[in-house]
């Protein structure tokens, strides 16, 4: 039987305090449910309202890339420091302490190696294992121009359409196969078709005029890092694709190909989440990896 209230203290009903109805942090995803919403807020600081994700998931299609040969002795260290890990559902479940608190994004599509074409992707993990695995987020390539382009764009609406039921945000990738050029028209493009079918939030290289394409894209937009560059010219990259509208990059090479990669992934942070300079943010990286 329920027990009788038996406090002396009056009940408070705050009749002239309206309940308050707040909007959702994220550029476009103020109409999703509380779980989509509750996923992405996992994975960007409802803070600063970005996300560091660091990516390794590279061996899907390339094997055992430069400084992800032991993800157990390389990547392990760095995961502290990331607010969201993008790998792949083996290497989750084989290296990733289940202990951790960050956010998972998952690669979902792969088929192909480096040694065929690279686009003929297919859906390779259901979202029923991704919730086995409290995925925060599934991540899908779209090849927008090559080979199997509408193959692609139908991998990731059907996904799409299953993680609806269930919350489960679709980040959207754009790949962009050797033969197109990386710019602002192009990027804009693939950026734009994947967040009109659909994509929660949208991954793609930082090109010049990058404002272009966070400006038409209705939902968050983060960048890849691409290929290893100098870590001032790393940083720089960051700090201009934040200052053009980005919500954070996704970055792998950058960080875990560095010199000092805890230095690196921090240095990062500071540009991410601290807006600072990609100049400061070089000297907090060297002095971190001096000391
Ligand atoms: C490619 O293998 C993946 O989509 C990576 O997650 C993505 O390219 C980000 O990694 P990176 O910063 O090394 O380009």
Not at 24 to 41: C, E, I, Q, T
Not at 130 to 144: G, I, K, P
Not at 195 to 200: I, R, S, V, W
Request: glycine share 8%; net charge neutral.
């Amino acid at each position: 039987m329920a027990e009788h209230d038996i406090s002396d203290k009056e009940k408070q009903y705050f009749f002239n305090t309206p309940q308050q109805s707040l909007p959702f942090f994220l550029k476009g995803s103020n109409s999703y449910d509380w779980g989509m919403k509750n996923r992405l807020a996992r994975i960007f600081n409802p803070d600063s309202g970005k996300t560091v994700m660091l990516a390794f998931d590279h061996g899907y299609f390339q094997g055992p890339t430069t400084g992800l040969e032991r993800v157990d002795v390389t990547i392990n260290p760095l995961v502290p420091y990331a607010d969201a890990l993008m790998c792949t559902r083996g290497i989750l479940r084989s290296v990733i302490d289940p202990s951790v608190q960050n956010s998972v994004v998952m690669r979902a599509s792969g088929g192909p190696s480096i040694l065929k074409d690279l686009s003929n992707e297919q859906i390779a993990v259901n979202v029923e294992d991704a919730l086995r695995m409290n995925v925060s987020a599934m991540a899908v390539q779209v090849f927008v121009g090559g080979a199997c382009e509408t193959q692609t764009i139908n991998n990731m609406t059907r996904l799409i359409d299953k993680c609806n039921r269930y919350g489960m945000p679709v980040l959207g990738v754009t790949a962009v196969g050797t033969e197109l050029t990386r710019d602002a028209r192009y990027i804009g493009l693939a950026v734009r078709i994947l967040a009109e079918l659909g994509a929660a939030v949208i991954k793609t290289y930082f090109v010049p005029e990058f404002e272009t394409v966070v400006a038409s894209c209705p939902v968050p937009v983060v960048i890849a890092g691409g290929k290893k560059l100098p870590e001032l010219d790393a940083l720089r990259m960051a700090r201009n694709a934040i200052d053009a509208g980005a919500a954070g990059v996704d970055m792998g090479r950058n960080i875990f190909q560095s010199d000092a990669p805890i230095s690196m992934i921090k240095a990062v942070r500071k540009v991410v989440h601290e807006n600072m300079s990609a100049e400061h943010a070089f000297e907090f990286y060297q002095e971190l990896k001096n000391s």
